[in-house]
């Protein structure tokens, strides 16, 4: 099966029902139990119907694993009377299926009927994760964490396969300290939870990071330029000692996670991390690549089966000095020995994306994966204006490497970049796939099928406006569209986050462009207090994190 194919089947109209059937073969595994648990609770959030595991229904939903799909791939397909078989290639297989399936399936005010979508899909690209960023107490940080696992599920059903996830060790004294025990335990059991839906998780770290306050005798020299990002607190390592304090820290902390098990472990050279001594420069041929190959060996030994992501971040590029010179040198590197990393990530910043690897290919001849920056650009403070869907963008820098990537992990705030995962985990699945297409599934599935093709018209005009400052008439206009599909909207959806934040999108960008900027009045206040409380951004950093607040 080719990867990342839709084929259509014969199609025939659902049966809209008060009542839906799952039915998990005998002897089901976790995972499947759990995927099934999934599938319920979108359909009974989503509308009135109930859903039972027994007894008959007017719908049944069969879950089956039959291997020869093709790896994590899925088809959909009539059973006998009314029922629609998912049928997966594995268990993430049959999560993907449900994913597709909820899709294209409608809920309304008489019940649930299931999707006439029928056909075989598998996903072109090994490596699909989402970066969750975790830190100024943003929503990853700061959601009740039964908020945070289901949100986690809702991804996976767009394709995601990976969990990542970095460990501030910046944030904290030591692994004892109180509040490291209790990021871990947070987001162990996210991992957790995640693994026992079929997913795959792994931590990102910049390998020459310290504690709070490291000895000040083994810091690394600051790299100078724009690499974003010091918290002061990178070691130098090319110091015996300094390498050998952060080869123990690593082998306390990879052990932390022994009982859940990491997939992958990432390594990230800037933004944070580096040191430009003389024995560490370049760090991202030299310092990076050396103290990068012993902890990849640590984690390799500790979990098995465990892949290495290399990342390239903050590399520099062709404004620099020496554009090629880490570039150069991590690919001669790699060419003596690339033994002990799997993948290498590139990216950068707003639109930039590494003229090395478009011109000369990946260092080692790596598979390559990207790491769209999906939450920060062009909007400050981050997700403070609502939702922030910008198609044409994503599309732009996913054409650019889609032939030669292998997948990518998009770097999140929040929430509010809700339908940019969307549409990245599309690339990923299946690399053609316009982004434009993934949207108007998006917006028929989450508000209105019906809603749809206007929606979308409103989708363009919040790309367009993206910029504060440049907020244009048509604000107005989106902001008329919106409220008119609400009339036509469930309860259900309206009194989703992801319509409110949709909602509120339209009413600032209007209120904006009519107070030409001024974040002033009644209506700005409340929308600002309501997307706040949708983040749970209440006591999180005011910049870049928190909406803005209106007195
Ligand atoms: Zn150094």
Request: with cysteine; net charge negative.
């Amino acid at each position: 099966m080719a990867g990342g194919q839709s084929i259509p089947g014969a199609q025939r109209e659902g049966q809209t029902s008060a009542l839906i059937r799952i039915v998990i073969p005998q002897g089901a595994g976790v995972v499947l139990r759990n995927v099934a648990a999934v599938l319920a609770r979108q359909i009974s959030e989503r509308c009135d119907a109930k859903v039972a595991l027994a007894g008959d229904a007017p719908v049944t939903v069969e879950l089956a694993v039959e291997p020869g799909i093709g790896a994590e791939g899925f088809h959909v397909t009539d059973g006998p009377k009314s029922t629609v078989r998912i049928v997966g290639n594995d268990e993430p297989g049959v999560l993907y299926g449900v994913g597709k399936f909820l899709r294209t399936s409608l809920y309304g005010r008489r019940g649930f009927t299931p999707g006439t979508w029928r056909g075989t899909s598998v996903p072109k690209c090994p490596f699909r994760a989402i970066y969750l960023a975790t830190h100024f107490n943003n929503f990853y940080e700061a959601a009740p964490a039964e908020e945070l696992k289901h949100y986690v599920e809702e991804l996976a059903l767009w394709g995601y396969n990976t969990i990542l996830i970095h460990f501030p060790t910046w944030q904290f004294d030591s692994l004892s300290d109180a509040e490291a025990q209790k990021w871990l335990g947070r987001f162990k059991a996210l991992f957790a939870h995640a693994k026992r839906h079929g997913l795959r998780v792994g931590l990102l770290q910049a390998p020459n990071q310290g504690y709070k306050t490291p000895p000040a005798d083994l810091r690394g020299v600051k790299v100078p330029g724009h690499r974003r990002g010091n918290f002061g607190v990178n070691l130098c390592a090319s110091k015996p000692e300094a390498k050998e304090l952060l080869i123990r820290m690593y082998d306390e902390l990879l052990d932390e996670f022994k009982d859940v098990g990491l997939d992958y472990f990432q390594l990230w050279p800037y933004d944070e991390g580096g040191c430009a001594c003389e024995q560490c420069r370049p760090w991202g041929a030299r310092g990076f690549v050396g103290i990068s190959r012993e902890l990849a060996g640590l984690a390799r030994a500790k979990f098995n089966g465990c892949k290495i992501v290399l990342s390239t971040w903050g590399f520099e590029n062709e404004n620099d000095a020496n554009p090629d010179g880490e570039w150069v040198g991590l690919a001669n590197a790699l060419d003596e020995d690339k033994s002990w990393a799997d993948y290498i990530m590139a990216d950068g910043h707003d639109d930039y994306f590494p003229k090395y690897v478009l011109e000369k290919g990946v260092p080692g001849d790596l598979p390559l994966v990207n790491f769209p920056e999906i939450s920060m650009f062009g909007m400050t403070p981050w997700g403070g204006y609502g939702a922030n869907p910008t198609p044409a963008h994503f599309q732009m820098l996913w054409d650019r490497i889609k032939h030669q990537a292998a997948g990518g992990a998009p770097y999140s705030e929040g929430i509010y970049e809700d339908l940019n995962k969307a549409i990245c985990a599309q690339f990923y699945w299946s690399p053609g796939r316009q982004a434009e297409d993934t949207v108007k599934e998006y917006l028929a599935y989450e508000f209105s099928p019906d809603g749809a093709e206007d929606l979308l018209e409103v989708v363009r005009i919040f790309e367009r406006n993206h910029r504060r400052n440049r907020i244009s008439a048509d604000a107005t206009r989106a902001f008329d569209i919106v409220k008119s599909v609400e009339t036509k909207l469930t309860e259900q959806v309206r009194r989703s986050w992801r319509w409110r934040i949709f909602y509120l999108r339209a009413l600032v960008d209007k209120e904006m462009y009519e107070r030409e900027g001024e974040l002033q009045g009644e209506a700005l206040r409340e929308a600002f207090q309501e997307l706040t409380r949708i983040y749970h951004a209440e006591n999180s950093h005011s910049m870049p994190i928190k909406p803005p607040q209106v007195e």
